[in-house]
């Protein structure tokens, strides 16, 4: 460089200036800065403040900071010559060493473009032009010059050629890392440091531990493939470093007192965690092999495929004791995501785990699924929000380099499969599989970053699969090239196994014990498999006080004494001293106060609000959450009041009494499939708490359609897994439009059987405040599933007294006609059974027209269907017809789920009428018109044909 070009970079380009910005913010504050910059003027010496004015000239010399396409103007000829010269010479180190730092920083920011992540060498590193050293301007001849680098990597100076070959062994070798994008300063420094400095160096006992769960997690398999060959496993074949991975991260969480780790992953080699690392016993998943079902035959339920089921079981890890689950999952693979975290912080929340260290999730992703499933960008978002967060999760993904039989180019458009995981801030650590010591460093300290920075962190282990999807596909028809590499491949543990003879780290005869040994081990166990049968493993732990199966329509005594109840709605109808309350909520305030004084009038809000008091006045904790759940979509709850000048939020439901449960009431991210699913996993960990999942609108929940099937309707018969989830699914026919009506009902009675769920419509808060309360004092869980309302919110007839909720009350399935002692019951021509919103028009228009002939009665619980309570009340009517009338169209609603219910009724009442007649509106492809005129003439016309007769 020309010694004006090196003049005009060093006053008048962007370096300079970067290069006083930067040494401000050092004078200012060390560590502020990036450890590079931090060392390089460190090494400047004891006066770097002065070597660094002699560098860029004398404080009266001016300068312009401007770019360089001008040759810039400067006073020089005032200086001596010496002090020039050496100014020039200090300038040229300078630029160098300036260059120098730019060169590592695009190594640490880009060196995993070039790494060497493919195990098959089918994907080509990236050259990218910024790890070239030419690229800063270095020539072949500058490249064994030493230059002063500050300190970094240990030394003060190194050549760039020096420099290359650090950078590459560290940032380009088997390990890609992506951090520099991270705004933290700390943990950008943290993960540098160790990176850079501290790289753990095996012993021939840590090697030989590696080889060991490379040779259980190969013969494993092997076995499976030679017993059952051809049979779907989904193993772990080309992916089997990830056991001597997840044995690291036990390792590093259970030093740091871990005690529960909840693991949640999809196919591929799950058989193989459950064996070889939960420790289950092998003879049970053998036995399903063979056609056997495990469990006994006192256990009903259809069950599941072996590679979807779920265990716990507690083991030693390096002598602590720790509990590991891995939780069911169906083939919709990541959606079980959110649900891990639910479930680990339910436990955190139950365990006053303060530190969330104590209990901790590991997800194991597949590199289509995660790239591909909108639930990961869901559960993601949930990660270091207040509400959801668990302190982290550690992420693997199984990077098989194809999804199902597709190339990753259709797949992703991203460079990675992993790169959705930058949304959040936090590394990623690519690796590659077969280098298992690599994977194991890398393991080692995401479990690290995790418990230091208690935020998510990423894995991305890129491997093969052996056999293809499954074990009966034929890869070589869309992958060929990549198959005739693989057939010609050694396994992992053979290339591990001779790294070892060759460097000495070896004992043959050790390993060829193990072999025997554990070979030995798994056709023991595929002997006793042939009589195997397990004793059931569910409901125990938290659970042990629950029992599977009960009479859902045994009485369960939810009424509360009559002080209780007005001591909770004083608590309810008063807020802080001196807290500056929106003068719109005095009158909700006064309106509690009348409600408790006169002990009526108590609206739908009040009587939740009375039911979650008294559930956290009895030491449950209730959760809520949902889209705007603490105001309430339609400003009926307000839950948490705020301060208007403050801004300071108060939660009244958690000052009732001392002693009391934790009430928590949470503004979700606008994410149903995410937010329901982590609201399921908190079910799963605490049955004692009632946990509650709220829509915005009710047919919102549509997006969490996966969760409904998969989890709540069906988890008791495929895992024997129960959960408590209440979803609260505002539904009533308003004129609001096809997006805002339906919570779509019919498809909830649909999943209904084998008594798996409740599902509901109260059209009182009393009805509701005991069906809430019946959740956690049930003998049971199973879900809820309520159609709560929209207008009957403020409606003038759809309150309750406090006496309704007093000792002895219960929740009622069926309400009669509140109005029999008006009518002869001989005299009632019709009966009109109903449901939620549409008795209160009906109601209101029998009244104005004065008909005493027709009954309403109303249908508060669909599923299970109280059959025996219908029978009892319309055994007074037998001589009348009966109309099941709705708001929804015929194709949608409760009509074909009752329909020949009804029937079955009508003929063991013995009534005139043979067949319920349907009333409402006609088959409809839409939920609901979007006129409001339309609407309202379709809801004028069914209630007309409902009480015309």
């Known amino acids: 460089m020309k010694k004006n070009e090196l003049l005009s970079s060093i006053y008048t380009g962007n370096a300079a200036i970067y290069l006083e910005s930067m040494f401000a913010a050092y004078l200012r504050d060390k560590d502020s800065i990036d450890s590079t910059w931090r060392e390089f003027f ?28 001008e040759e810039p103007k400067k006073e020089t000829k005032d200086l001596p010559k010496t002090t020039m010269e050496k100014r020039v010479v200090s300038e040229d180190v300078l630029q160098k060493t300036i260059k120098a730092l730019e060169f590592i920083q695009a190594y640490r920011a880009r060196g995993h473009l070039n790494a060497i992540l493919d195990p098959l060498e089918l994907t080509q590193p990236i050259a990218h032009p910024e790890l070239n050293p030419k690229y800063f301007g270095f020539s072949e001849e500058e490249y064994d010059i030493p230059i002063t680098i500050g300190g970094i990597f240990g030394r003060e100076k190194a050549s760039i050629r020096e420099l290359e070959t650090t950078l590459k062994t560290i940032y380009s070798g088997t390990i890609g890392f992506e951090y520099t994008y991270i705004l933290n300063v700390q943990e950008r ?47 772990l074949e080309g992916g089997e470093t990830l056991m001597p991975g997840l044995e690291s991260i036990l390792q590093t969480l259970s030093k740091d007192g871990t005690q529960d780790v909840f693991i949640g992953m999809a196919h591929r080699g799950r058989l193989n965690v459950i064996v070889n690392l939960i420790g289950w016993e092998p003879r049970s998943i053998l036995a399903e092999f063979q056609g056997q079902h495990g469990e006994p035959n006192s256990v009903s339920g259809s069950g599941d495929v072996k590679y979807h089921l779920g265990v716990s079981k507690e083991r030693e890890v390096d002598g602590h004791k720790m509990h590991l689950a891995l939780l069911p999952n169906p083939s919709h693979l990541e959606f079980i995501n959110p649900v891990v975290m639910g479930k680990v912080r339910g436990l955190q929340t139950i365990t006053n785990d303060a530190s969330r260290s104590k209990t901790q999730g590991v997800l194991i992703h597949g590199d289509a699924a995660f790239a591909g499933q ?22 693997i993904i199984i990077n098989n380099q194809i999804g199902f039989t597709a190339s990753p180019n259709e797949t992703k458009s991203s460079v990675y499969c992993s ?57 070589s028809f869309t992958q060929p090239l990549m198959y005739s590499v693989i057939r010609q491949r050694p396994s992992i543990r053979e290339r591990y196994q001779s790294k070892l003879k060759e460097e000495g780290s070896y004992n043959e005869a050790e390993i060829t014990a193990f072999v025997t040994e554990y070979e030995s081990f798994l056709q023991s166990e595929f002997e006793a498999a042939k009589t195997f049968h397990s004793e059931p493993l569910w409901l125990k732990g938290s659970w042990q006080n ?42 909700l305030l006064k309106d509690r106060m009348q409600m408790f004084e006169t002990g009526e009038g108590i609206d739908w809000s009040m009587g939740e609000a009375l039911a979650f008091g008294t559930l956290l006045t009895e030491g449950r904790n209730v959760r809520l959450s949902g889209q705007d759940s603490a105001r309430g979509t339609f400003t009926q709850r307000h839950a948490v009041y705020s301060d208007q000048t403050t801004k300071k939020n108060y939660a009244h439901l958690n000052h009732i009494q001392e002693n009391q449960g934790i009430f928590e009431v949470i503004n979700s991210p606008l994410s149903e499939s995410g937010v329901m699913g982590f609201e399921l996993g908190y079910s799963y960990a605490d049955p004692m708490s009632l946990v509650l999942w709220e829509g915005q609108f009710g047919d919102f929940a549509n997006g969490a359609q996966v969760i409904i099937d998969q989890f709540l309707s069906a988890g008791q018969a495929k895992w024997l897994r129960l959960s408590g989830l209440v979803l609260l699914l505002p539904h009533s026919y308003d004129g609001q439009g096809p997006e805002h009506t339906s919570a779509r009902l019919e498809r909830y009675l649909q999943l209904c059987a084998e008594h798996n769920m409740i599902v509901a419509n109260c059209s009182t808060p009393a009805n509701y405040f005991h069906l809430l309360r019946r959740q956690i004092h049930g003998k049971t869980r199973r879900p809820l599933i309520i159609m709560t309302p929209k207008a009957l919110l403020r409606h003038p007839k759809a309150v309750s007294k406090i006496n309704d909720m007093g000792q002895g009350t219960v929740f009622q399935e069926v309400i009669p006609d509140l109005y029999d002692k008006l009518f002869k019951e001989s005299k009632i021509k019709r009966v009109i059974l109903c449901s939620g919103k549409v008795y209160y028009d009906l109601l209101e228009e029998r009244e104005k027209r004065n008909i005493n002939n027709i009954a309403l009665i109303r249908l508060e619980q669909f599923y299970p269907f109280p059959e025996e309570h219908l029978i009892k009340i319309l055994t007074s009517y037998t001589s009348a017809e009966l109309i099941w009338c709705q708001e929804e169209p015929r194709n949608m609603g409760a009509w074909h789920f009752l329909d020949r219910r009804l029937e079955a009724v009508l003929e063991k009442v013995k009534m005139n009428s043979k067949r319920p007649i349907y009333v409402g509106r006609p088959d409809s492809a839409s939920p609901a018109t979007g006129y409001s005129d339309w609407h309202n003439r379709e809801q004028k016309k069914l209630i007309n044909e409902a009480l015309s007769l």
């Open 374 to 395: 909108g639930i990961v960008a869901e559960t993601l978002l949930l990660s270091q929000l207040e509400g959801y967060t668990t302190g982290g999760t550690i992420h």
């Open 419 to 475: 790169d959705l995981a930058k949304m959040i801030d936090v590394p990623v650590f690519h690796v590659n599989g077969d280098d298992p010591e690599a994977v194991v460093w890398v393991s080692q300290l995401a479990a690290e970053y995790r418990q230091t920075f208690k935020k998510d962190v990423f894995i991305d282990l890129i491997c093969y699969r052996r056999f293809g999807h499954n074990e009966m596909d034929e890869p």
């Open 546 to 587: 629950i029992q599977g199966h009960v009479d859902l329509f045994e009485k369960i005594e939810t009424g509360v004494e009559k002080s209780h109840l007005e001591k909770i709605s004083r608590q309810l109808s008063l807020a802080p001293e001196d807290f500056n309350l929106n003068p719109k909520l005095n009158k």
């Open 42 to 69: 460190e090494g400047l010496g004891d006066n770097p403040e002065g070597l660094l004015k002699d560098i860029l000239g004398a404080s009266w010399s001016p300068r312009k900071f401007e770019r360089s396409d």
């Open 189 to 235: 420094e943290w993960l540098q440091n160790r990176i850079e400095r501290i790289r753990t160096q095996f012993s021939i006992d840590q090697k030989t531990k590696i080889l060991k769960n490379l040779i259980s997690a190969e013969s494993f398999e092997r076995f499976l493939q030679v017993k059952f060959t051809g049979a779907k496993r989904f193993g």
